[in-house]
C-alpha cells in the first residue's frame, strides 16, 4: 500500500506570491515519518521544539528545516513531488477569482501526473476546507484525474489535522523548500532533497 501526504506553500490566488506550489510526499512506510519527527523531538532539536505543537517550515529555524529535510532525503522508502502553478500565466479569471477551485485544479494537475502501481493508495490532505461541500469537490477532482488515467487501484482520500500526522508536517517542509527555491531563487534548502523530488508545471510558458 502506498501512502501519499500533500500541503502546499504560498497563495493560490492574489498577491500576496507569485508561485503556488503543492507538494505530496510518497512512502510505504508511514512509521517511518513518525519516527522522523519523533527522532527529531526527542534528540537533536529538542529545546527548540519543546512547546512547539507541530513542525511547519515557515515557523522553523534553519537548522530545524535542514534537519527535517535531510532525513527526509536519507529516507530510501520517501520520494517527492510538487506542482508549481506561476500565477502570472493564470488564464483564467474564474479561477483566480475561486481559490478553493484553483487548489482544485492544481492538485489535480498534480495527480494527473501520479504512476500509481500499487493495488491500495491512501492520500491525506491537511484539513483546510471547512465545509464537506469543499472537501467533496476536492475529493471529486482527485479521484477524477486519477480514473482518466485508468489505475487499476483502490484510492481514499482523507482530510486530517496536520499537527496528528507526521506525513503532513514533513510535506510542509518539501512544499515549502520547492516554494521557497521558485518564490525567492533561495534553493539551500530544496537542493538537499532535489534528487528525489520530481517538479511539474501547471502550465508551461505560451
Known amino acids: 500500500m502506498k501512502f501519499a501526504f500533500i500541503d ?19 512512502t510505504t512506510r508511514p512509521e517511518d515519518l ?3 519527527v519523533k527522532n527529531l523531538r526527542r534528540y537533536k532539536f529538542k529545546k527548540e521544539l519543546k512547546k ?6 515557515n515557523q522553523s529555524s534553519d537548522e530545524v ?29 474564474y479561477l483566480n477569482s ?6 482544485n485544479y492544481v492538485c489535480g494537475a498534480l495527480a494527473s501526473e501520479w504512476v500509481l502501481d500499487d493495488k491500495e493508495v491512501s492520500i491525506r490532505i491537511d484539513y483546510s ?25 483502490s484510492v481514499t482520500v482523507q482530510h486530517s489535522y496536520s499537527h496528528n500526522w507526521s506525513g503532513l508536517q514533513l510535506a510542509d517542509f518539501v512544499s515549502w523548500a520547492v516554494f521557497r527555491a521558485k518564490q525567492y531563487k533561495d534553493d539551500r534548502f530544496f ?4 534528487h528525489k523530488t520530481t517538479v511539474f508545471p501547471v502550465w508551461k510558458k505560451r
Not at 512547539?52 to 517550515?57: D, T, W
Not at 475561486?98 to 487548489?103: A, F, I, Q, T
Request: aromatic share 8%; charged share 30%.
Open 8 to 26: 502546499e506553500s504560498g497563495d493560490p490566488c492574489g498577491s500576496g506570491s507569485d508561485y503556488f506550489v503543492i507538494g505530496t510526499l510518497w
Open 34 to 36: 513518525d519516527r522522523i
Open 52 to 57: 512547539i505543537s507541530e513542525l511547519k517550515a
Open 65 to 93: 528545516r535542514i534537519g527535517v529535510l535531510r532525513k527526509i532525503a536519507e529516507n530510501e522508502h520517501i520520494t517527492c513531488q510538487a506542482i508549481v502553478l506561476k500565477k502570472e500565466l493564470m488564464y483564467s479569471e
Open 98 to 103: 475561486h481559490s478553493h477551485k484553483l487548489y
Open 129 to 153: 476546507k471547512g465545509k464537506q461541500a469543499l472537501r467533496n469537490d476536492f475529493d471529486h477532482y482527485i479521484k477524477g484525474n486519477i480514473e482518466q488515467k485508468r489505475w487499476n487501484c
Open 191 to 194: 537542493r538537499i532533497i532535489e
